[in-house]
């Protein structure tokens, strides 16, 4: 298969070099020419816009920060739909409203360009490991001609259902992990401000029903304050505003969400936006006079 891939930052470089070292011939494009380079070097070839991805690839990957620029690299000027051939597959796997999704594949669909949302979940370690999860909304035909792709870069891959989809399962992910990342750092704050070993607790809590990812993973990374960025805060506030945004248009109250959201734009802020969302332990250990 040849897989084109239009972003390559943390997340879209080692997903597209997963691409590569499954044997697919890759053809990258990113707006920052050192971004490219370790691509080129590990055998994929440079294309100098969107639209000249497009006349060369089966179906075209799409990982940016927001939907402006979904919207730049599939519609814009050189972008994937002015140089898009018969049977071309567009697929962003960015983070985005469900609404906007919609809306892209819509005017896709209009230009004869079939469209998935794809976001995925398990952040840089997942991608560099070709273990995320994939939430995939669009047609059932599109969702087939793309997996090929997907099974690259991740284990657990579902189409959830029709254009939108995706991003939906994405939101409902970012409001778990929200409350999962904040819930965490309660819990080890709280442990050190009375007296007891966060490792200690960490550990007993990870044999009961407390247990979760996020509890042995990131719990882990606060105790050794390893905060270096592998998904950071302002994208977490982001990814919150999204669901805050969708709740506002369904007419539903996410009280947990908005706390949650509440919490992240506090961390953007205070200057913690370019630390990881674990960071958020940093935010609570300061009124509590620790650390």
């Given at each position: 298969m040849k897989i084109g891939f239009l972003g390559l930052g943390i997340m879209g470089r080692p997903m597209a070099l997963n691409t590569l070292k499954a044997g697919h011939?890759?053809?990258?494009?990113?707006?920052?020419?050192?971004?490219m380079l370790p691509l080129a070097e590990a055998g994929a070839r440079i294309a100098t816009s969107p639209a000249e991805v497009a006349r060369q690839v089966d179906v075209v990957i799409s990982m940016v920060a927001d939907a402006p620029d979904v919207e730049q690299v599939m519609l814009g000027e050189n972008g994937v739909a002015s140089g898009a051939q018969a049977g071309l597959v567009a697929v962003d796997m960015s983070t985005i409203a469900p609404s906007a999704a919609k809306d892209i594949a819509a005017k896709m669909?209009?230009?004869?360009?079939?469209?998935?949302?794809?976001?995925?979940?398990g952040g840089e370690v997942g991608a560099i490991a070709?273990?995320?999860s994939i939430m995939a909304g669009g047609s059932e035909a599109a969702f087939a001609r793309a997996k090929p792709a997907f099974e690259c870069m991740g284990?657990?891959?579902v189409h959830?259902?029709?254009?939108?989809?995706?991003?939906?399962?994405k939101a409902c992910n970012q409001i778990m992990t929200g409350m999962g990342v904040m819930a965490v750092a309660e819990a080890l704050?709280?442990?050190s401000k009375a007296g007891a070993n966060p490792a200690k607790v960490r550990e007993a809590l990870l044999g009961g029903f407390a247990y979760s990812k996020i509890l042995e993973n990131h719990g882990q990374r606060m105790i050794d304050r390893n905060f270096k960025p592998?998904?950071?805060?302002?994208m977490h506030q982001k990814d919150l505003n999204i669901v805050m945004q969708s709740a506002h248009e369904l007419g539903l109250m996410l009280p947990g969400s908005a706390m949650t959201a509440q919490m992240f734009n506090a961390m953007v802020g205070s200057g913690l936006g370019?630390?990881?969302?674990?960071?958020?332990?940093?935010?609570?250990?300061n009124p509590s006079g620790q650390q």
């Amino acid at each position: 298969m040849k897989i084109g891939f239009l972003g390559l930052g943390i997340m879209g470089r080692p997903m597209a070099l997963n691409t590569l070292k499954a044997g697919h011939e890759v053809v990258v494009w990113a707006r920052r020419a050192e971004s490219m380079l370790p691509l080129a070097e590990a055998g994929a070839r440079i294309a100098t816009s969107p639209a000249e991805v497009a006349r060369q690839v089966d179906v075209v990957i799409s990982m940016v920060a927001d939907a402006p620029d979904v919207e730049q690299v599939m519609l814009g000027e050189n972008g994937v739909a002015s140089g898009a051939q018969a049977g071309l597959v567009a697929v962003d796997m960015s983070t985005i409203a469900p609404s906007a999704a919609k809306d892209i594949a819509a005017k896709m669909k209009a230009r004869g360009i079939e469209f998935v949302d794809a976001p995925v979940s398990g952040g840089e370690v997942g991608a560099i490991a070709g273990t995320l999860s994939i939430m995939a909304g669009g047609s059932e035909a599109a969702f087939a001609r793309a997996k090929p792709a997907f099974e690259c870069m991740g284990k657990n891959i579902v189409h959830i259902g029709d254009s939108g989809a995706g991003q939906v399962a994405k939101a409902c992910n970012q409001i778990m992990t929200g409350m999962g990342v904040m819930a965490v750092a309660e819990a080890l704050c709280f442990a050190s401000k009375a007296g007891a070993n966060p490792a200690k607790v960490r550990e007993a809590l990870l044999g009961g029903f407390a247990y979760s990812k996020i509890l042995e993973n990131h719990g882990q990374r606060m105790i050794d304050r390893n905060f270096k960025p592998g998904f950071k805060s302002w994208m977490h506030q982001k990814d919150l505003n999204i669901v805050m945004q969708s709740a506002h248009e369904l007419g539903l109250m996410l009280p947990g969400s908005a706390m949650t959201a509440q919490m992240f734009n506090a961390m953007v802020g205070s200057g913690l936006g370019e630390e990881d969302s674990i960071a958020v332990l940093k935010l609570l250990e300061n009124p509590s006079g620790q650390q």
